[in-house]
């Protein structure tokens, strides 16, 4: 297989999860680092350990739980992904969007993507959310893609349009769904970068300059997979700390969890907002 996955290998995970729940989801959600609880806000769920199913990376990272939920969320069918895996781990660009992939052939149309994410704008502060409008694909650009290999036609074109990889429709449900709540949502750019080192001061203000406005380490290559595909794509950013420009302060993990659980109310209102007016 040359570390490619095929069709086969994506139907083959589909029937997995086709076989444990007789859900049959048509909204995917991948949740952040320290935003896996989200996933108890489902219905009737079904637990799936990725381990479980054929072709799907572990989590070794602590805030990622490592199993899909199946059921119901606000009357929509969903497949929630509690945790992601990450190149940083180890894993192949292709082992990333194969959850990704498999979703699509259970039947997913829609994705709403997750993470915790720095603060490269000075405007911003722990606690607040970011909706993704675009995005800044470095490791993409040196060729790390979940796309790299053979083309399945079937799948996506082989060199697909990414002017629109987040969902204009989407993005205007979060807009109504926040201004409803009276949630701050602030809007901008997230930057995708290997890890698992947190950033220089040099790296943030290197990044601020090219117009990134939150820096991680994953969502892109996943969306880059959804978008390929066919699916339409929402982004969140938790901003989980401000951005380290002068070198002053010191960025941990367990800051990320902690603005967690400041952030995960409000993303779990926008999304069920979103889920609504689907």
Same mark, same amino acid.
């Given at each position: 297989?040359?570390?490619?996955?095929?069709?086969?290998?994506?139907?083959?995970?589909?029937?997995?999860?086709?076989? +444990? *729940?007789?859900? +049959?989801?048509?909204?995917?959600?991948? !949740?952040? *680092? #320290? !935003?896996?609880?989200?996933?108890?806000?489902?219905?009737?769920? &079904?637990?799936?350990?990725?381990?479980?199913?054929?072709?799907? $990376?572990? *989590?070794?990272?602590?805030?990622? $739980?490592? *199993? !899909? &939920?199946? #059921?119901?969320?606000?009357?929509?069918?969903?497949? &929630?992904?509690?945790? +992601?895996?990450?190149?940083?781990?180890?894993?192949?660009?292709?082992?990333?969007?194969?959850?990704? +992939?498999?979703?699509?052939?259970?039947? &997913?149309?829609?994705?709403?993507?997750?993470?915790?994410?720095? #603060?490269?704008?000075?405007?911003?502060?722990?606690?607040?959310?970011?909706?993704?409008?675009?995005h800044l694909n470095l490791i993409g650009m040196a060729g790390l893609s979940p796309l790299r290999g053979p083309n399945d036609d079937s799948l996506g074109p082989r060199f697909p349009d990414m002017s629109r990889a987040y969902d204009r429709g989407l993005m205007e449900l979060a807009r109504n769904t926040a201004q409803a709540e009276a949630i701050l949502l602030r809007e901008g750019v997230y930057v995708c970068l290997a890890g698992p080192a947190f950033e220089t001061p040099a790296d943030l203000r290197f990044l601020r300059m090219a117009g990134a406005d939150a820096v991680g380490m994953s969502t892109v290559p996943e969306v880059v997979a959804a978008h390929h595909g066919g699916s339409r794509v929402l982004g969140f950013s938790g901003i989980s700390n401000k951005a380290n420009l002068d070198g002053t302060t010191v960025t941990t993990h367990e800051e990320v969890l902690a603005a967690g659980k400041e952030i995960a109310p409000k993303l779990e209102r926008l999304i069920r907002g979103v889920l609504r007016g689907l």
């Amino acid at each position: 297989m040359g570390g490619y996955f095929t069709k086969e290998d994506y139907l083959r995970a589909a029937e997995v999860i086709g076989k +444990r *729940s007789t859900v +049959r989801p048509k909204v995917g959600m991948i !949740l952040g *680092s #320290g !935003l896996g609880h989200l996933a108890q806000a489902v219905e009737a769920p &079904v637990r799936i350990p990725y381990g479980d199913i054929p072709g799907w $990376a572990t *989590s070794t990272v602590e805030g990622h $739980a490592g *199993s !899909l &939920v199946v #059921g119901t969320f606000e009357g929509k069918t969903v497949a &929630v992904l509690q945790g +992601r895996v990450h190149y940083y781990e180890g894993y192949s660009m292709a082992q990333i969007g194969m959850p990704i +992939r498999t979703l699509q052939m259970a039947g &997913v149309t829609a994705f709403i993507i997750t993470n915790a994410a720095g #603060g490269v704008n000075p405007e911003f502060h722990p606690g607040e959310v970011m909706m993704i409008t675009d995005h800044l694909n470095l490791i993409g650009m040196a060729g790390l893609s979940p796309l790299r290999g053979p083309n399945d036609d079937s799948l996506g074109p082989r060199f697909p349009d990414m002017s629109r990889a987040y969902d204009r429709g989407l993005m205007e449900l979060a807009r109504n769904t926040a201004q409803a709540e009276a949630i701050l949502l602030r809007e901008g750019v997230y930057v995708c970068l290997a890890g698992p080192a947190f950033e220089t001061p040099a790296d943030l203000r290197f990044l601020r300059m090219a117009g990134a406005d939150a820096v991680g380490m994953s969502t892109v290559p996943e969306v880059v997979a959804a978008h390929h595909g066919g699916s339409r794509v929402l982004g969140f950013s938790g901003i989980s700390n401000k951005a380290n420009l002068d070198g002053t302060t010191v960025t941990t993990h367990e800051e990320v969890l902690a603005a967690g659980k400041e952030i995960a109310p409000k993303l779990e209102r926008l999304i069920r907002g979103v889920l609504r007016g689907l």
